[in-house]
């Protein structure tokens, strides 16, 4: 599936099943949800904290997931074509970055 798809099938799935759109602020909330939520599992997966029990049958992808669908519906939403948006961000990364990693004495 492309980005593109990805962003027509969550569209369809909105103006089909979801009913409507929320609105763009309730979405961003909604995004910085599911971003605490994919945060609070990588923590407890990658770092020191321990589980809670609740916790324990949550899955790092399905997180992630969740996390893309609703930048994807926040795009949707805006006009943004995300693959468009992401070539611009690479070549943006290339010019910019071309060396800066390279010489970083801290990657080494």
């Given at each position: 599936?492309?980005?593109?798809?990805?962003?027509?099938?969550?569209?369809?799935?909105?103006?089909t099943?979801?009913?409507?759109y929320?609105?763009?602020?309730?979405?961003?909330?909604?995004?910085?949800?599911e971003?605490?939520?994919?945060?609070r599992?990588?923590?407890?997966?990658?770092?020191?904290?321990?589980?809670?029990?609740?916790?324990?049958?949550?899955?790092?992808?399905d997180?992630?997931?969740?996390?893309?669908?609703?930048?994807?519906?926040?795009?949707?939403?805006?006009?943004?074509?995300l693959t468009?948006?992401?070539?611009?961000?690479?070549?943006?990364?290339?010019?910019?970055d071309?060396?800066?990693?390279?010489?970083?004495?801290?990657?080494?």
């Amino acid at each position: 599936m492309t980005i593109q798809q990805a962003q027509q099938q969550v569209d369809e799935w909105i103006k089909t099943t979801g009913v409507r759109y929320f609105n763009e602020l309730t979405n961003l909330g909604i995004l910085m949800e599911e971003v605490g939520e994919l945060s609070r599992l990588m923590v407890r997966t990658y770092g020191e904290q321990s589980f809670k029990e609740s916790d324990k049958h949550k899955n790092l992808q399905d997180e992630m997931a969740d996390v893309l669908w609703v930048l994807l519906c926040l795009a949707n939403q805006t006009g943004i074509d995300l693959t468009a948006a992401l070539e611009k961000n690479f070549d943006k990364k290339n010019i910019r970055d071309k060396d800066r990693h390279k010489n970083n004495e801290k990657l080494k």
